[in-house]
């Protein structure tokens, strides 16, 4: 059984920071694409950010410089490391594993306000 759980949501004031987990387990993790997605009221759900099984990063324009996503194969974990977040950051971040199949974590809310 595949399971995807995010952790480390929150509220936060504007310009602070948050670093999103995601464990996966029921994969052979090192093989699938990782990716962040979120998911604000009333707004599709959109990448946020993405990394490959060998490693490559790419970010939506709207985060570059202030998220960083990176990948342990060891413990099965990728992360979102969020920085100088701002209240257009405030949605449902999603974890996506992407092989030939598609997994979805359940959603970490993150609020940015003060």
């Known amino acids: 059984q595949v399971q995807l759980v995010e952790s480390g949501g929150g509220l936060v004031q504007p310009g602070g920071s948050l670093r999103l987990s995601c464990a996966a387990s029921?994969?052979?993790?090192?093989?699938?694409?990782m990716g962040w997605y979120r998911q604000a009221p009333g707004k599709q759900r959109e990448l946020v950010a993405a990394?490959?099984?060998?490693?490559?990063?790419n970010y939506e324009n709207s985060v570059k410089g202030r998220f960083t996503i990176s990948r342990d194969n060891a413990v099965t974990t990728v992360y979102l490391q969020m920085n100088s977040l701002k209240p257009e950051d405030t949605a449902v971040y999603y974890c996506n594993a992407r092989l030939v199949d598609e997994y979805w974590g359940q959603g970490t809310q993150v609020t940015v306000s003060s």
């Open positions: 029921g994969i052979r993790f090192s093989r699938y694409a």
């Open positions: 990394i490959t099984s060998g490693g490559t990063t």
